[in-house]
């Protein structure tokens, strides 16, 4: 492998280098008080939605179990804020449909201290101790895909794994909370990546970080010299989107590429977000869950833009009364949780903050206008797709069958699966076609065909 690409100025083919808006990165992380009431979905990761394991009317401190894990694919959810379940019932989410969700009032003069979880000595425990503890506290992936550390720390019978790849790039314009966890909370990314290593038994890491962020880079590596690990690095890659992507990364660091159809951990390495390293180097230690994190509000619609410690399940419309957004729809057109480029467009202001939420922009009615009042020309074959497509697609033919419902097509010829949504394509396309959007119909027209399809019926011995 060619470890460290980036000397050379290698990266990734392809790819565009939208503007950055990261207007945040010099503000320090400010802390967001209680909402009136906290929504805390059962289903806010990837796999089966936990099981409630409290009643209404029953009061809980922050920090305290109020969910249960249902099965290996499935993470425990805990209280945010001491008071009283107030309900436990349908609630909207950014996915659009209603979930079962845990409705909690927090008492006024409640503290924004945990109260549960017990201080343990995490540089003894196993590396199954460890994956259990991961578990224990609820932890998705931070960055935006929620899928449950734990599972994603576990390597398979089968596998071996050398190199852990923590992902700090964070390319999506605007959002700039994995920039700031850098700065701020490097000592405890450092103690999350030792833990990491001995669970997944890595025995060297690497931190990939944009170098649009050289004082991340700094602070990272001071952190790593000041615990002692010569077997960890930290990095600057080119900024170029989508380098966050974990194929991407890998083949800017090592100039590897990831199989079709596997994941890193057939190429010996496990890749996590920065966010998520420093949440188990910080509660691990304290033996503490999830409760909040780190959001990123900003937007041309937002009067005071940063970096904001959110407790998990606050409704979007606190936040942008906080943050001074306003909640009129006339002037707030259009609210996107993540980023502008993979983020999730939300209507309902009562949507709660959950823990794949990494950004809430704010948007105008002005801003949009101009994207908004451009008409959708068919496609006239400029190419631009094909060249900014970081996985080496054709967006172009894969949009002309879309739009003729060829999904089956898409799928067994043209890579569809490949797709990961990045948004590449749509962003340059001159005749503004929809090119993601119809990629998403076609990939969900294809889940519900592969559902309902009638089993094989099992080989008969004659």
């Given amino acids: 492998m060619k470890l460290l690409n980036f000397l050379r100025g290698e990266t990734f083919a392809r790819g565009i280098h939208p503007p ?41 401190v922050r920090g305290q179990p109020i969910a249960k894990a249902d099965g290996w694919l499935s993470v425990p959810h805990h209280a945010p804020a001491t008071g009283v379940v107030k309900a436990i019932e349908l609630r909207p989410t950014a996915r659009g449909p209603w979930t079962p969700s845990i409705v909690i009032r927090p008492h006024a003069a409640a503290t924004q201290e945990d109260l549960w979880g017990v201080a343990r000595d995490a540089d003894a425990m196993t590396p199954d101790e460890i994956l259990q503890a991961v578990w224990d506290a609820g932890l998705v992936g931070l960055g935006g895909a929620a899928f449950p550390t734990h599972a994603k720390l576990k390597v398979p019978p089968q596998a071996k794994v050398h190199t852990l790849v923590i992902n700090g790039c964070e390319c999506e314009p605007y959002l700039t909370c994995d920039h700031r966890t850098m700065v701020e909370e490097a000592t405890a990314l450092v103690r999350g990546i030792a833990l990491s290593m001995r669970a997944t038994g890595a025995v060297r890491a690497i931190v990939g970080i944009e170098d649009n962020k050289p004082d991340a880079v700094l602070a990272v590596k001071a952190a790593i010299a000041q615990a002692g690990l010569e077997n960890v690095f930290a990095e600057a890659v080119p900024t170029k ?55 990123t509000i900003a937007g041309p619609g937002v009067a005071r833009p940063g970096d904001y410690r959110v407790p998990l399940g606050t409704p979007i419309s606190f936040v942008l009364d906080w943050a001074g957004a306003p909640r009129d729809a006339t002037s707030a057109c259009q609210l996107v949780l993540g980023g502008p480029m993979m983020g999730q467009a939300v209507a309902a202001l009562d949507t709660p903050v959950t823990k794949g939420v990494s950004g809430v922009l704010v948007f105008r009615r002005e801003d949009m206008a101009e994207r908004d009042d451009r008409r959708t020309y068919p496609c006239i074959k400029c190419g631009q797709c094909v060249e900014s497509c970081p996985m080496g697609l054709n967006p172009s033919a894969l949009g002309m069958l879309a739009a003729k419902r060829e999904y089956d097509e898409m799928g067994a010829h ?49």
């Fill in 20 to 60: 950055e808006h990261k207007h945040t990165a010099a503000t320090p992380i400010r802390r967001l008080p209680w909402a009136d009431e906290l929504v805390v979905p059962l289903a806010q990761h990837i796999g089966k939605p936990a099981q409630a394991v409290v009643r209404v009317g029953q009061e809980v």
């Fill in 241 to 295: 989107y989508p380098q966050g992507s974990e194929k991407m990364l890998i083949m800017s660091l090592f100039g590897v590429e990831i199989p079709s159809g596997q994941l890193p951990v057939s190429l010996g390495m496990v890749m996590n977000n920065v966010g998520t390293m420093a949440a188990i180097g910080k509660l691990l230690p304290a033996g503490q869950g999830l409760t909040e994190r780190v959001v």
């Fill in 414 to 462: 043209y890579h569809l699966g490949e797709c990961f949504e990045c948004g590449c394509c749509t962003y340059v396309c001159p005749s503004n076609i929809p090119l993601v959007q119809q990629f998403r119909v076609a990939k969900q027209v294809l889940r519900e065909r592969a559902a309902s399809a009638p089993a094989a019926p099992a080989a008969t011995r004659s």
